[in-house]
């Protein structure tokens, strides 16, 4: 009889092989291959959209990632900190490297930043006031 003893090591080489295994098989993407391009263009996002935006559930749409024509692609959410019930959904291109590519025909970033800046401008009053607050409070008054 031959036992085979795993430290804790082990058992997490081991769970981390079988969660590859099965991103292989079922997605043809390898896990970590995907999520640091991801976590790059999630943060890319977040810069790009208008002030009082921010993309959410960005750990849930991972498992979402697919690969189209070479490029991946994936959803994004984007909710409104300042007002409240408005989100928006698209889906945005990127690389391997996590760069945003904005030569596909419907340029998912764009058409994100485009929402998020008609909805600031239905309230205008609202967004100015959010953002003299901020400045006034990183200046500390």
């Not at 849930?60 to 409240?84: D, H, P, W």
Request: net charge positive; charged share 25%.
């Amino acid at each position: 009889m031959i036992t085979i003893s795993l430290g804790i090591k082990g058992l997490l080489l081991l769970i981390y092989i079988i969660i590859e295994i099965t991103f292989i098989r079922y997605s043809k993407r390898w896990l970590i291959l995907s999520l640091i391009p991801y976590i790059i263009m999630i943060r890319k996002v977040n810069k790009e959209l208008p002030f009082g935006w921010k993309a959410y559930k960005t750990f849930y749409y991972f498992f979402y990632v697919y690969r189209k024509n070479g490029n991946y692609t994936v959803m994004v959410e984007a909710k409104s900190e300042l007002i409240q019930g408005v989100t928006y959904h698209e889906f945005p291109y990127f690389n391997l490297s996590g760069r945003i590519i904005r030569d596909e025909v419907p340029d998912g970033l764009s058409s994100l930043v485009h929402y998020c800046e008609r909805e600031n401008s239905r309230y205008p009053d609202l967004v100015k006031s959010e953002i003299r607050d901020k400045k006034l409070k990183d200046l500390g008054i």
